[in-house]
């Protein structure tokens, strides 16, 4: 049901969204229709000439209503407003935290372009297809500018920056097609990043789908070939001959930095160590490791993540 011309709604958050953009909206016309009411109504009864009770002592009335007319134009918008924000904090909160078992998808946003990959390693260009039903999250990092993934049929929307990951997760509810645009002007084709689509298909059609794709290596296999190529294993590796952090068991663990402080092995931090190694040091470590920022690209961060993840999956076996 739409009563006004917003677009398909099919995920879970759609609906959510579209009650409180409603009730905002229905709000806001029930106090415009109510003041314009007020205005005509007083106009026509006080109008010059009309035989009404009027005070005699007008600053006198005015200054009994005052209290009483002050108090009520600040408390009941007060209380309108603060149901508005509670409402939408809560739905803001919810659209911020992926729940625990979505389907984690990678999404390298460049100009002018979206690159996804699933976890069993299939890469999609500005299509991205996910099975209905299941929550999905998209791991979302930029490889240039500012760009913000949008879209308008599932309600969410969230900005892709270079240098972080930010989420965005969403449970579609309808099989069908959906735009995906780009909502953060980032260049000359800025426009030809809405030209991509969400294809949403029946689990089983979405396992058909995932399986027929030419047999691409993972990003994790990818990202071993990487951590080869690039030397990493030459100083992680388990007889290295430099002294560095063991990879081992480390994602997801508190890692001590050299100024005292603590971190966690996550994607961000991961993704720093390799793009801007000197920025934080592990304690009892030198900052010895070269930066790889210019030499590889985000989806190759993805890959080497990828791959360090499982040798803590490996370790705790
Ligand atoms: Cu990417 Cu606009």
Not at 60 to 73: K, M
Not at 201 to 215: H, N, V
Not at 228 to 249: I, M
Request: glycine share 8%.
């Amino acid at each position: 049901m739409t009563l006004l011309p917003l677009p398909p709604s099919a995920s879970t958050m759609a609906p959510r969204v579209d009650a409180l953009f409603y009730a905002i909206t229905a709000t806001t016309v029930a106090v415009a229709i109510a003041v314009f009411v007020a205005l005509i109504y007083f106009g026509v009864r006080y109008r010059a000439g009309n035989p009404v009770p009027r005070h005699e002592d007008i600053a006198e009335a005015q200054r009994r209503a005052r209290i009483r007319v002050e108090l009520a134009w600040t408390l009941i918008p007060l209380f309108l407003f603060l149901c508005a924000f509670a409402w939408a904090a809560r739905l803001y909160v919810d659209r911020g935290t992926p729940p625990a078992g979505a389907m984690a998808i990678d999404v390298v946003a460049k100009q002018w372009m979206w690159e996804f990959q699933h976890a069993d390693g299939r890469r999609e260009i500005n299509e991205l297809h996910v099975p209905r039903g299941q929550p999905v999250n998209l791991v979302m990092t930029s490889q240039d500018v500012i760009h913000s993934l949008f879209v308008p049929a599932f309600r969410v929307k969230q900005d892709v920056l270079p240098g972080r990951y930010t989420d965005l997760w969403f449970t579609a509810t309808e099989a069908g097609r959906y735009h995906l645009f780009c909502a953060e002007y980032c260049g000359t084709d800025h426009a030809g990043m809405g030209s991509g689509d969400v294809v949403v298909m029946e689990p089983a059609e979405f396992e058909r789908w995932l399986a027929s794709g030419a047999r691409a290596p993972s990003a994790a296999m990818r990202g071993e070939a990487l951590f080869r190529a690039l030397g990493c294993s030459g100083c992680h590796g388990a007889n290295a001959a430099v002294h560095a952090p063991n990879l081992a068991g480390l994602y997801g663990k508190p890692v001590p930095l050299s100024d005292g402080s603590t971190t966690v092995a996550d994607e961000r931090y991961l993704h720093d160590s390799i793009l801007q190694p000197h920025k934080e040091i592990a304690a009892g470590y030198a900052p010895i490791m070269p930066s790889f920022a210019g030499r590889i690209g985000e989806d190759d961060v993805f890959d080497l993540i990828a791959y360090i993840r499982t040798f803590s999956a490996a370790k705790k076996k």
